[in-house]
């Protein structure tokens, strides 16, 4: 079955970074547009990154220049890097993975919990 499975989650401070990987498997990984999401306490969840199939990215504009979306094709892993990170950049980030002509939400992991606090 198809699985995503994310990681590099944790604890961190103002002005750290992390990196969140998310590992596929049951999918052709490479006809898939990746994204990452995150979900705050009591907020929707919101797109963060995205890379599509053919290595294109685009980011929200509150981690413009700070978060790094990137692929790896061989692996069939995306990653986030995430630096200079805020407070506000808290909350559970979930890896997507969703053809760009088939309608529907894709599939989704479990998500990574990120917390950014001193």
């Known amino acids: 079955q198809v699985q995503l499975v994310e990681s590099g989650g944790g604890l961190v401070q103002p002005g750290g970074s992390l990196r969140l990987s998310c590992e596929a498997s049951?999918?052709?990984?490479?006809?898939?547009?990746m994204s990452w999401y995150r979900q705050a306490p009591g907020e929707q969840r919101k797109l963060v990154a995205t890379v599509t199939n053919g290595g294109s990215t685009k980011y929200a504009d509150s981690v413009k220049g700070r978060f790094t979306i990137s692929r790896d094709n061989t692996k069939g892993t995306v990653y986030l890097q995430m630096n200079s990170l805020k407070p506000e950049d808290t909350g559970v980030y979930y890896c997507?993975?969703?053809?760009?002509?088939?309608?529907?939400?894709?599939?989704w992991g479990q998500g990574t919990q990120v917390t950014v606090s001193s």
């Open positions: 997507n993975a969703k053809k760009s002509w088939v309608n529907g939400p894709g599939y």
């Open positions: 049951g999918i052709f990984f490479n006809l898939n547009d």
